[in-house]
């Protein structure tokens, strides 16, 4: 019985110390050996490894992916004009050599991100220093971006080199700082202003214009339409006037009767209206007399109420 727990205790033992002679290392990542607190090897493929059990061997882990640092400082920087400017830009890295990075940077990645932050800062600064706002905009971005790398790359190969590989360097954005965005916005927005104003006032008067122009068309339409049919009215009154003219003249006691009859019918055209006159004395009923169809007499006008 004893026998039997003692080695099932050195195998639980051997168990143990094979497992931590054993590791693993992801595609994704470099495998560094420490022996006794030096670098031993690298381990560049991934896969199972062997090493010996600590504290003679120790393994740590490396990224050795595409890594990106973006820029947190917002302080400003002045271009060769003296304007003061804030830009964001983002860096592409990577480690391509673990021995050297960790001698020369630090342990993970957060140290050389760190490092490399302030040195892509300094060298942003030297480079619009040189250039002016319209550059850095427009013509020569891509020129600065390049001399950015350019320098960043020197000071990481140098006479002790960080280990690293600088891919890219962008800038996502480049603008003025707070107040004089705030100033230039309000000289844009004003310009605005006087432009839409300047455009209602022309629309204004072409309003009024064509206004005028209406009314006066329309007032002579108007003026030409009385004027055809007072023009019309006229000639209907002188063809009724002519014919009246040749039915009377052809039968003048008629003629006065009829004439008689409308004064009537002129006078009498409501019920409401009252005369009070004496029928056997006035002329104007002499036509109900029986005298107005034979007398020569003319016809009576018609009286006022």
């Given at each position: 019985?004893?026998?039997?727990?003692?080695?099932?205790?050195?195998?639980?033992?051997?168990?143990?110390?094979?497992?931590?002679?054993?590791?693993?290392?992801?595609?994704?990542?470099?495998?560094?050996?420490?022996?006794?607190?030096?670098?031993?090897?690298?381990?560049?493929?991934?896969?199972?490894?062997?090493?010996?059990?600590?504290?003679?061997?120790?393994?740590?882990?490396?990224?050795?992916?595409?890594?990106?640092?973006?820029?947190?400082?917002?302080?400003?920087?002045?271009?060769?004009?003296?304007?003061?400017?804030?830009?964001?830009?983002?860096?592409?890295?990577?480690?391509?050599?673990?021995?050297?990075?960790?001698?020369?940077?630090?342990?993970?990645?957060?140290?050389?991100?760190?490092?490399?932050?302030?040195?892509?800062?300094?060298?942003?600064?030297?480079e619009i220093n040189r250039?002016?706002?319209?550059?850095?905009?427009?013509?020569?971005?891509?020129?600065?971006?390049?001399?950015?790398?350019?320098?960043?790359?020197?000071?990481?190969?140098?006479?002790?080199?960080?280990?690293?590989?600088?891919?890219?360097?962008?800038?996502?954005?480049?603008?003025?700082?707070?107040?004089?965005?705030?100033?230039?916005?309000?000289?844009?927005?004003?310009?605005?202003?006087?432009?839409?104003?300047?455009?209602?006032?022309?629309?204004?008067?072409?309003?009024?214009?064509?206004?005028?122009?209406?009314?006066?068309?329309?007032?002579?339409?108007?003026?030409?339409a009385y004027r055809d049919?007072?023009?019309?009215?006229?000639?209907?009154?002188?063809?009724?006037?002519?014919?009246?003219?040749?039915?009377?003249?052809?039968?003048?006691?008629?003629?006065?009767?009829?004439?008689?009859?409308?004064?009537?019918?002129?006078?009498?055209?409501?019920?409401?209206?009252?005369?009070?006159?004496?029928?056997?004395?006035?002329?104007?009923?002499?036509?109900?007399?029986?005298?107005?169809?034979?007398?020569?007499?003319?016809?009576?006008?018609?009286?006022?109420?």
């Open positions: 019985m004893n026998r039997l727990g003692f080695l099932a205790a050195a195998g639980l033992v051997a168990l143990a110390v094979l497992s931590s002679m054993l590791f693993v290392v992801d595609q994704r990542q470099f495998g560094v050996v420490y022996a006794l607190g030096q670098i031993k090897d690298v381990v560049t493929e991934p896969g199972l490894h062997f090493k010996l059990p600590p504290p003679f061997q120790n393994v740590s882990y490396i990224d050795k992916r595409l890594l990106t640092l973006d820029s947190t400082d917002t302080e400003p920087m002045l271009t060769a004009e003296k304007q003061r400017v804030v830009i964001d830009w983002y860096v592409r890295w990577r480690i391509s050599d673990p021995s050297q990075y960790i001698r020369n940077v630090g342990l993970d990645e957060a140290a050389g991100a760190n490092q490399l932050n302030r040195v892509v800062r300094n060298a942003f600064q030297e250039r002016t706002v319209r550059e850095l905009l427009s013509t020569r971005r891509q020129q600065l971006m390049s001399d950015v790398q350019r320098e960043v790359t020197e000071v990481v190969k140098g006479s002790k080199p960080w280990g690293i590989e600088i891919v890219d360097v962008r800038i996502t954005r480049a603008d003025y700082v707070e107040a004089i965005t705030e100033s230039v916005y309000r000289r844009m927005e004003a310009e605005r202003k006087r432009v839409a104003n300047e455009l209602r006032s022309t629309g204004a008067a072409e309003g009024e214009k064509i206004r005028a122009d209406a009314d006066r068309q329309r007032e002579i339409a108007i003026a030409n049919a007072q023009k019309v009215k006229g000639e209907g009154d002188a063809q009724a006037a002519a014919i009246y003219g040749e039915a009377f003249g052809r039968d003048p006691q008629f003629a006065q009767f009829y004439r008689s009859l409308e004064a009537y019918r002129a006078t009498f055209n409501k019920k409401g209206d009252v005369m009070v006159v004496d029928p056997q004395g006035s002329e104007f009923f002499r036509a109900f007399r029986g005298g107005g169809a034979g007398g020569n007499a003319a016809a009576p006008a018609a009286p006022k109420k």
